[in-house]
């Protein structure tokens, strides 16, 4: 465990705060990190442990990493977005793990960002970046209203700063904008348009962040535009419901018939587990033996449970964050899966 003490917190919305932390100079080389990474903070809920994965929403520093800011979203009672916004101050100290994620800003001279509401946070770490650096970068950005838009001051001292060089697009929802084309959602009608607009040439790389309609129109439209895959890249921070695969429904059985054997290697170290019909995921069995195994949303969304099947097959009930590249390669998410076999080995160091 890793406890950094607040020392930053500013109102971004009526419901959003940004969260800074110190990182004491023992600890920085472990919270290095490159823009579009995010961190989890693990906090205690009613006598359980939750975590939540939040991207840093500022450049590294030239210096080593001396703090790290977040931005947190207050989603509902009983989450770390509550205790964000009312109860934590300046001086406490919270649970932060290192630095993670492969949703992170790519080398080359242009870059387009496709973002609603907090889907911001790590392209905004991006844009300055890329600009300090001489890109270009566009921002087109979805929100409901004006008084929701997050990061407002910052990006418009980057348009001061790198006029030539930084379009924002502010695209409203629930708010009429003098353009018709910035009002309304970021869609497959509008979106076409948008990029009309900013005109990105053929070598940009695409960064998408936020809910997963989103995000899925944007694929589409990049698709139909002729933007190969390899520079189309995404995080969600929502994913809609849906069913799990057919394939889902077999791993009862297979547990059914008795405790499937799992081997993982995590940190050069190897664990042998049983895991039974009582446990939810690989995850969950895995977190028995092995606490220090890497997760975070639970969901499939995040990816850091991403870990290689060396032996045996797995179904997930969901794969949000895996790359069909990245499926046929034999990469799973711990959260998501069970297993189809007796037996199941999982590389996470792969």
Known sequence: MTFLPVVGLDRLTDDAVRVVFEVPSGERDGFRFVPGQHVTVRVELGGVEARRAYSLCAAPGGDGVATLSIAVKELGPGGFGEIAAGKLGVGD???????????????????????????????????????????RFTLIYGNRTAASVMFLEELADLKDRYAERLMVLHVLSREPREAALLTGRIDAERLPELLAAASPGPEAHYYLCGPMAMVDTAKEVLAGRGVTRGHVHFELFHAEDAPPPAAYAETAKVLAEGDVDVTVTLGGRRTQLAMSKDDDSVLAALLKARPDTPYSCTGGVCGTCRAKIVQGEVAMAHDYALEPEEKAEGFVLACQSRPLTPAVELDFDA
């Open 93 to 135: 100290l919270v649970d932060v793990l290192p630095p993670a994620g492969r949703f992170v800003l790519q080398e080359g001279p242009e870059h387009v960002g496709i973002v609603a509401g907090s889907g911001v946070t790590p392209v905004l770490a991006m844009a300055e970046v890329a600009l300090a650096r001489g890109d």
